[in-house]
C-alpha cells in the first residue's frame, strides 16, 4: 500500500482532514491511501509558495532550467516505474501509461527551450528611444487535474509555468493521487527548491480554497465541461486569470474514399485507446455514404484488443455501469449492437476490477444521447450520413469543441472539414489529432473556457505577464511630442 501524503515546504505531510483509499480500477483492489490537507495546511503551504517563487523568479533562467535538464533525466530514468504505478491507478495499459509519461516529458523539452524563446527583446522606436519587453513571472501559479492521464496532464503546464519563475501549487485527481508522489519525488531530486512545487490532495474544498487563495493568481482546469465551468466562474469573478479545458464529443467523418487499412486503424485505435478515457477519443463516427468495408475493418481491429494487455479498465464501478446502462439505452432506442463490449470477459485473476471491451452501435440517431453526450468509455456511436454537408451540420450541433477528423483521400473534402470544423483540433487521416510541441494544444466551445491554449508557445502567455520598459537618456534636438 502507497501512502501519499502532501507535498508541503518541500516536505511530505500528513493531511490533516481525514484519509481516503485508492483502489486499481484493474484489480478492484486497494492500492494506497491519500491524505487530504485542511484549510490551515492549504493556507500554510500557500504562504510558504509565495516566499519561494520570490527567489525562484529572481534566479537567472538558466539556472531554472537547469533544474528542468535534471529533471528530464530522472523522469526518463523512473519512467518504467512511474507508468507501473499510472497503469494500476488509473486502469491503463502499461504502454498507454508509459506513452502518456512520455508525451508529458515532450512539453518539458519544450519548456527548456523557453530561454530561446521570447523571453525579452528590445528596440529602438525612435531618436534616442528604447522600448523593451520583459516576460515576467505571476507569482504562485494553480493547477487542477483529472484521473485520466495522472501524469501527462499536469507535465502539460509545470515544466513551463515552473520555467517562468513561477511556483507551482497541484491538486491531482483523487482518484489518481499516487502518480504525484513519484512526479514531485523526482522535482525534488532534480533540485528544484521547497515551495516552488506544492502537492494538495482533495476535492472540491481544496480546489475552492486554492482558487480562493489571495496569493494564488492564474488557475489552469482540466477535467469535465460541469467542473470547468465552475472553477472558471469562480476564479474570473475573483479576477483572477483562469483556463478551465473541458470535456468533449469527437466526430471522425468517414468517406467512402479513405484509405481502408488506414482509417481501420485510425478510427478503432482512437475509440478504444485509454478504454475511450481521453478527451481526444473519437466518440461519434459520421459514415458518410458506403462505408460497411471500413466499418468491417474498424470492428476487426477492435475486435482483437485483449482486456488487461492491449486494453485497460474503466476508472471505477459506477462509470463501467453508467456505459453499460448508456449502452443499453442506445440499444432500447434501436441502435444495433456491432460489437458488444459488454459480453467481454474480465481477465483471469482480475475479476473484481472494471472491465468493458469496444463496443460499436450503428443507426445513432443524431441529437440522442449516444451521439450528444460524453460517455468516456470505449464506445464508438455510428450516425449514417448521406452527404458531407449532412455530417458537418451534426459535429456543429454538438457543444463540445475539441477535435474532429476526416478520414478521405480527397484534398479538397479534407481542406473543407478543415475550414468548417468547429473544434479547436482537426485531424486529416488521423484519429487522435493531438497537436505536439511547439503547437498548442486546446479545443473550443465547451471543452474549453478562457483564451489560449495550455501547451506550446500560446501557453507562454497565460503563465506570465508582459513588462515593457520604455527608455530615454538624453533631450534629442530633434525630438518630436511623440518620443
Ligand atoms: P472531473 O471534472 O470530475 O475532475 C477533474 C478535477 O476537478 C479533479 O481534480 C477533481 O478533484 C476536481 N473536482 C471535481 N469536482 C469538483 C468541483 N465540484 N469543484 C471543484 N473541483 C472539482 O474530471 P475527471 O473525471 O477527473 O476527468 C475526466 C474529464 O476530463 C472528461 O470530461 C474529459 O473529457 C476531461 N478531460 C479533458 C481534457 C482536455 O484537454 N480538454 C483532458 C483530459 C481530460
Given at each position: ?28 483492489k486497494?492500492?494506497g ?6 484549510s ?18 529572481d ?6 532550467s ?9 523522469l526518463?530514468?523512473?519512467?518504467d ?61 494553480a493547477?487542477i ?122 478510427i ?8 475511450g ?43 463501467k ?78 457543444e463540445?469543441?475539441?477535435?474532429c ?47 489560449g ?29 511623440m518620443?
Amino acid at each position: 500500500m502507497l501512502l501519499c501524503d502532501n507535498f508541503i515546504h518541500g516536505v511530505w505531510t500528513k493531511g490533516e482532514s481525514g484519509t481516503e483509499t485508492v483502489h486499481s480500477p484493474q484489480t478492484g483492489k486497494a492500492i494506497g491511501t491519500v491524505s487530504q490537507p485542511s484549510s490551515a495546511q492549504i493556507d500554510a503551504a500557500i504562504q510558504f509558495a509565495a516566499k519561494a517563487q520570490k527567489s525562484w523568479a529572481d534566479a537567472p533562467v538558466k539556472e531554472r532550467s537547469k533544474v528542468l535538464f535534471d529533471l528530464r533525466t530522472i523522469l526518463l530514468r523512473e519512467a518504467d516505474a512511474i507508468a507501473k504505478l499510472k497503469a494500476s491507478e488509473s486502469g491503463k495499459t502499461f504502454d498507454e501509461a508509459r506513452a502518456g509519461l512520455m508525451k508529458g516529458i515532450e512539453v518539458l523539452e519544450f519548456a527548456l527551450a523557453i530561454q530561446n524563446l521570447d523571453l525579452g527583446g528590445r528596440l529602438e522606436i525612435s531618436r534616442g528611444v528604447s522600448c523593451e519587453f520583459r516576460r515576467e513571472a505571476l507569482g504562485v501559479v494553480a493547477s487542477i487535474t483529472p484521473f485520466n492521464f495522472p501524469a501527462m496532464v499536469p507535465l502539460w503546464t509545470m515544466p513551463i509555468a515552473i520555467a517562468l519563475g513561477n511556483a507551482y501549487v497541484w491538486k491531482p485527481s483523487e482518484k489518481t493521487p499516487l502518480t504525484a508522489k513519484k512526479i514531485a519525488d523526482a522535482f525534488q531530486e532534480a533540485g528544484l527548491p521547497a515551495g516552488v512545487l506544492t502537492v494538495l490532495h482533495g476535492g472540491v474544498n481544496t480546489v475552492n480554497a486554492i482558487i480562493d487563495h489571495p496569493q494564488v493568481k492564474a488557475v489552469a482546469f482540466v477535467g469535465s465541461t460541469k467542473v470547468a465551468k465552475l472553477v472558471y466562474q469562480r476564479a474570473t469573478n475573483l479576477g483572477k486569470r483562469a483556463l478551465a479545458l473541458g470535456g468533449a464529443k469527437n466526430h471522425i467523418i468517414l468517406l467512402p474514399d479513405a484509405n481502408l487499412e488506414l482509417s481501420g486503424a485510425g478510427i478503432s485505435d482512437s475509440f478504444t485507446g485509454c478504454a475511450g478515457q481521453r478527451c481526444m477519443a473519437a466518440s461519434v463516427l459520421l459514415a458518410v455514404g458506403q462505408v460497411d468495408a471500413h466499418i468491417e475493418k474498424i470492428i476487426q481491429r477492435a475486435s482483437s484488443l485483449q482486456l488487461g494487455s492491449t486494453m485497460g479498465a474503466i476508472i471505477t464501478k459506477a462509470q463501467k455501469e453508467f456505459l453499460v446502462e448508456a449502452i443499453t439505452r442506445a440499444e432500447k432506442a434501436g441502435a444495433k449492437v456491432l460489437l458488444d463490449g459488454r459480453k467481454a470477459k474480465a481477465p483471469a485473476g482480475m475479476e473484481e476490477g472494471n472491465w468493458l471491451g469496444p463496443t460499436i452501435l450503428d443507426n445513432i440517431q443524431p441529437g440522442s444521447e449516444a451521439a450528444t453526450i460524453e460517455l468516456f468509455g470505449p464506445v464508438l456511436s455510428i450516425v449514417r450520413c448521406k452527404d458531407i454537408s449532412e455530417a458537418l451540420a451534426i459535429e456543429a450541433s454538438v457543444e463540445y469543441g475539441n477535435a474532429c477528423s476526416v478520414f478521405t483521400s480527397s484534398g479538397p473534402i479534407a481542406e473543407r472539414v478543415a475550414k468548417a470544423a468547429t473544434t479547436g483540433m482537426v485531424g486529416i487521416n488521423i484519429g487522435v489529432p493531438v497537436p505536439r510541441e511547439p503547437f498548442s494544444f486546446g479545443g473550443i466551445n465547451a471543452s474549453k473556457f478562457g483564451h489560449g491554449d495550455i501547451t506550446g508557445h500560446h501557453s507562454l502567455d497565460f503563465w506570465s505577464n508582459v513588462k515593457k520598459i520604455t527608455v530615454k537618456w538624453e533631450k534629442q534636438s530633434d525630438s518630436t511630442w511623440m518620443s
